[in-house]
């Protein structure tokens, strides 16, 4: 009985061992169906999601694409709100130095134009119905933007992108100089008007001349030429501007150390500078109408000046390319009386200068705060400052100097002078230049026809009128007075990187009222 006990309880427990070892056995047993089951379901619904995150991604990408396309378009054009309203007033708390706000604003155009996001012009239309002839070229308009924006010749492409036809580069010396004592620039924003006493600050003719031979390297590089056909044509562009319908000044004018006594020494600073920069330029500018440096204004007495700029004729004649630059002078707004003015005009003639740039900055303070506008003390005490003074109370000065010009440079172009040879005639800037000579030589004469003594117009001379121009109506009033090109300055530092657009604009509308 007790033996049957036992094996009955042996057998009770083994069953209970094999039960409880099948219960350990089956989860392992059942486990793969399970996860079987499990991952047939998460690869269907993972098939299902993919191309849902895939659309996602897609249309996120894409909306990231098209908002920084707008953004770019919007902030690279030279109408944007940003341009005029936010940037010139943003500087001028960020930078209460102007020189500080002006340097900045040089590099970062210089960074933004290396990039390709630089502000640019794209509302230009063709053919542009401010389109002029200058030295009988095309200009795409008559709009052009003063030297001391770019003095180191650092951005004129990027210059060029702000809808100007004109790019005036500089003052450069022929050595490098540092220019005046630091502050040297002063703001007066009541009158949208600035004091400057750089005193000619360059980093010398050989380093711009060098920026502007890499620049026409490089230009020529991408269009398969070498320096030499670029400057002498081939590419079918200006030598300086190297664009279609646009024109690149470089100013030059004399050391601050140069005896200004003696006149053979100045010659020489002037003559280095055109050796240097000549064959990178359209026009030479020779200023001599700086305030800030000593006896420079001296030199517009008419016998020192015509020696001066019959010099620079001369060694711009020798450049090393097919078509010369040509030569204009810089004159002060200061020098208006008949008899200063007379012989600047003579000196103009004598010398062969092909124009004349009317207007820099002004040494006086007269008149220059409009009747029931009140300055604040502090710009009071900065109309105080040492130096030249630009805004928009120049601008009636301006004009009258340049009607005045105009009719005292045209009382000699209007003279008939007796010449034995073919003079160079251009009576009206709109004449086709393109019209070849007759009877197969380029002077329209045959050579087995004797040459008779004629009497011809001289070449009319050029006016660029540069001071107070701040709007289209002004634009058009200093061009019918006599001027071919309006340039702008300080225009620029209170109205942003749209002036020149905006300009534009406003002379179209004024001349379609005027036509309606």
Not at 285 to 307: F, H
Not at 467 to 485: F, K, M, P, T
Request: charged share 25%; glycine share 8%.
């Amino acid at each position: 009985m007790a033996s049957s006990h036992r094996i009955a309880r042996r057998l009770f427990v083994s069953l209970a061992a094999n039960s409880f070892s099948a219960c350990k056995r089956a989860p392992f047993q059942l486990r793969p169906r399970i996860a079987t089951r499990h991952a047939s379901s998460t690869t269907a619904s993972s098939t299902d999601a993919l191309p849902a995150s895939r659309l996602r991604t897609f249309l996120y990408a894409t909306s990231l694409a098209v908002s920084g396309y707008v953004v770019y378009v919007y902030a690279t054009d030279t109408r944007a709100f940003v341009h005029r309203y936010v940037t010139p007033p943003l500087l001028r708390v960020v930078y209460p130095d102007a020189e500080e706000a002006h340097n900045f604003a040089v590099s970062s155009l210089k960074t933004l134009y290396d990039l390709g996001l630089h502000p640019r012009e794209r509302s230009s239309s063709s053919p542009d119905p401010l389109s002029v002839s200058v030295f009988g070229a095309p200009l795409a308009n008559p709009i052009g933007i003063s030297a001391g924006l770019d003095k180191h010749a650092d951005i004129p492409d990027a210059l060029f992108a702000l809808g100007a036809s004109v790019v005036e580069v500089g003052g450069c010396t022929p050595r490098p100089q540092d220019g005046n004592p630091r502050p040297r620039m002063f703001r007066v924003p009541s009158l949208d008007g600035l004091i400057n006493r750089y005193g000619l600050n360059s980093r010398g003719a050989d380093d711009v001349a060098m920026r502007l031979r890499e620049r026409v390297r490089r230009y020529a590089k991408s269009v398969g030429l070498d320096e030499a056909g670029v400057l002498n044509g081939e590419a079918n562009v200006p030598p300086g501007s190297l664009s279609p319908g646009r024109m690149l000044l470089v100013q030059i004018a004399k050391n601050k150390d140069t005896d200004e006594r003696d006149v053979e020494a100045i010659k020489r600073d002037y003559v280095h500078c055109v050796k240097r920069l000549a064959r990178y330029t359209d026009v030479l500018v020779v200023n001599v109408s700086s305030p800030n440096t000593p006896g420079l204004r001296d030199l517009q007495a008419v016998e020192p000046l015509t020696k001066l700029l019959s010099a620079v004729v001369e060694e711009a004649a020798r450049a090393d390319r097919k078509v010369k630059p040509r030569v204009m002078v810089k004159v002060s707004p200061d020098e208006d009386e008949d008899a200063q003015m007379e012989g600047i005009v003579q000196a103009v003639w004598a010398s062969g200068v092909d124009g004349v740039i009317v207007g820099n900055t002004t040494k006086r303070r007269t008149g220059l705060i409009p009747p029931r506008v009140n300055i604040t003390a502090k710009e009071q005490r900065t109309m105080t400052e040492v130096g030249g003074y630009s805004g928009p109370m120049m601008f009636e000065r301006t004009v009258d100097l340049v009607r005045r010009y105009r009719k005292m440079l045209d009382g000699q172009t209007l003279q008939s002078v007796p010449t034995n040879e073919p003079r160079k005639v251009v009576a009206d800037e709109a004449v086709d230049a393109s019209i070849t000579g007759l009877e197969g030589t380029i002077t329209g004469f045959s050579e087995n026809e004797p040459k008779q003594s004629s009497t011809e117009p001289l070449e009319q001379k050029v006016i660029f009128a540069t001071g107070g121009i701040s709007d289209g109506r002004r634009a058009l009033e200093i061009l019918n007075a006599g001027a071919s090109v309006a340039m702008v300055y300080t225009a620029l530092v209170y109205g942003g990187a749209g002036t020149v657009t905006r300009m534009k604009s406003e002379m179209k509308e004024e001349m379609t009222v005027k036509k309606a």
